[in-house]
């Protein structure tokens, strides 16, 4: 019994000191909070970076333009964005950030991207067949995109070692057109940069 005892305590014992060890610790953040890392393009760049260029987008002339000729709000398709930097940047969320922006600046109307209508052109000809009249959506019914919003994302660094570490700086660079549709007019170009300074103390030997 004793030798089971003393089994029990050491088991106990053990766990508790990995536990005290591990180390890990995990805090909840506020969702509006930046927490920057590794000096990488983050979630907090995105959303900076759509932000302001929609706002800038949506203040110059060509939306009252169009609307004065047309007499009615522009509809915007955000297309591709390209990732032409030095890391992986998880270009869908950027151009998820850009489509929330517009939709939520009041200013034009959206149509869903080609990957999206592709699924909900295959639900709408499931319908044909498979809905009642009276809720089978349409074929040939589709809201056309009048202006394209698209660009790229590059990045640009350097770096330099001394004896206190390694200190960096790394820009971002975002650049995006808005080009008319059926004319192939650029009638917005915005860029935005992003610049990072990086430092990395020198670990002792």
């Known amino acids: 019994m004793k030798n089971f005892y003393l ?8 766990f508790a000191l990995i536990s005290c060890n591990s180390g890990t610790r995990v805090t909840r953040v506020d969702l509006d909070s930046h927490i ?3 000096g990488r ?5 995105s959303q900076l970076v759509a932000q302001e260029m929609i706002r800038d987008a949506i203040s110059h002339p060509w939306i009252n333009n169009f609307a004065r000729v047309n007499n009615r709000t522009p509809v915007v398709i ?4 390209r990732n032409r930097s030095r890391e992986h940047i998880e270009t869908l969320a950027f151009t998820k950030d850009l489509e929330r922006e517009l939709i939520n600046s009041g200013r034009v109307r959206f149509v869903a991207s080609a990957d999206e209508r592709q699924g909900i052109r295959d639900e709408r000809l499931d319908q ?3 809905s009642s009249a009276e809720t089978m959506k349409r074929l040939g019914q589709e809201t056309g995109a009048d202006f394209y919003l ?3 994302i590059t990045s640009e660094g350097d770096a330099i ?3 206190r570490g390694q200190q960096r700086v790394i820009r971002y660079i975002t650049n995006l057109e808005l080009t008319h549709i059926e004319t192939n007019e650029r009638v917005w170009i915005g860029r935005k940069e992003i610049r990072k300074f990086i430092e990395q103390p ?4």
């Open 7 to 14: 089994s029990a305590i050491i088991i106990v014992i053990t």
């Open 36 to 38: 920057d890392l590794s």
């Open 41 to 45: 393009w983050n979630d907090s760049d």
């Open 78 to 81: 955000v297309g591709e964005v």
């Open 128 to 130: 044909q067949t498979q």
């Open 150 to 152: 698209g660009g790229v």
């Open 161 to 163: 070692t001394t004896n």
């Open 202 to 205: 020198r670990r002792g030997r």
